[in-house]
């Protein structure tokens, strides 16, 4: 493997890893501070849309222009990723961390059939096989098929709500993109209205205590920052040096990483049926993107990487939202 690859795998590895721990800082948050789940989601885009600000403002500065009608757009798209955030945090203190993560890996089979009922694209026998055994795969993971559900019930369901609504979202970026606008503003722009429309249900009096506390306060930070804009910076460094397709299957990395959080630090245990069912959703990531991969390749050939120079270097913020803007739309 040359120092590229190793570059590129190492970024993403890291990447998946921070998203991995979401669930650790949103535990924290909730279980020491008394923060809800609409709270943290709060918490999570205001920070993210304050640190994104300061870097487009400094180095980007001409990417937040927008029109009046791409509004509506990022209005209902804005909606999709603040229920995204929010029922995510929700499963994630009603289920196991690691079937949290898995339920919103579904995103990419919601993404299949409203790409079929409103695109009209196609869908072949190997999407619908890969949707097939990631379903076998969830649901041995709810513990369906023994005849009990030892899981909470609204939790299941906030998961899979989840996976729906961050797939609307990831739409939305296509919807972006057709319409010409900057992936960096519409990534701001995104996080900025989610907020202020969340800021009406949020409770100001355990968002104070954590505010104003050391600790909480770090844990916003990290919680905003480090776990949100750092790990797209490294999804922009990784698709660099790697294929699409290649990001996107170690991507599933994150659900390893999140069944070792929860297995280290909530003494979460997995058994037999859970391992089937989370093996059997990684199954249909690779059938998934080893289409992706051979349609790449008859239609452009061999990947080549980014040059060590090229002509027009972009900023590291909009590096950052632009390579995370062509990372979904490869997912879809």
């Not at 009406?200 to 600790?215: C, K, Q, R, S, Y």
Request: glycine residues 6%; charged residues 15%.
């Amino acid at each position: 493997m040359g120092q590229r690859r190793i570059i590129g795998v190492a970024a993403i590895l890291i990447a998946t890893t921070c998203f991995g721990f979401l669930g650790l800082f949103n535990r924290f948050l909730q279980n020491d501070f008394g923060l809800a789940s609409i709270d943290v989601t709060f918490v999570r885009l205001s920070f993210a849309s304050i640190a994104l600000l300061i870097a487009l403002a400094i180095f980007a500065p001409k990417t937040l222009r927008i029109t009046l009608r791409d509004i509506p757009y990022i209005i209902l798209f804005s909606i999709f990723k603040l229920l995204s955030d929010l029922f995510l945090f929700n499963a994630q203190t009603t289920t196991s961390l690691s079937l949290a993560t898995l339920l919103q890996m579904t995103s990419p089979y919601f993404i299949m059939v409203f790409s079929f009922l409103i695109f009209k694209e196609q869908i072949t026998v190997k999407k619908f096989t890969a949707m097939i055994i990631a379903s076998i795969g969830c649901v041995l993971v709810t513990h369906v098929v023994t005849g009990h559900l030892s899981l909470d019930a609204a939790g299941i369901l906030s998961g899979i709500m989840s996976g729906l609504c961050y797939g609307l979202f990831l739409l939305g970026n296509k919807v972006y993109y057709d319409r010409g606008m900057s992936p960096a503003a519409s990534l701001f722009y995104t996080f900025i209205f989610a907020s202020v429309m969340i800021l009406p249900f949020i409770h100001f009096e355990p968002l104070g205590n954590a505010f104003t506390d050391v600790t909480g306060l770090g844990a916003c930070i990290v919680f905003g920052v480090l776990l949100t804009l750092v790990p797209f910076y490294l999804l922009a460094i990784s698709l660099r040096y790697l294929e699409p397709t290649t990001v996107s299957v170690l991507g599933v990395m994150e659900l390893v990483a999140s069944t070792m959080v929860g297995f280290f630090f909530f003494d979460e245990v997995l058994e037999a049926i859970d391992i089937g069912g989370i093996l059997l959703v990684i199954a249909s990531v690779f059938i998934i993107n080893a289409e992706v991969f051979l349609w790449f390749r008859r239609k452009y050939g061999e990947y080549k990487h980014a040059p060590d120079k090229p002509k027009k270097e972009l900023s590291g913020a909009v590096a950052m939202n632009r390579t995370f803007d062509e990372d979904m739309r490869d997912r879809q």
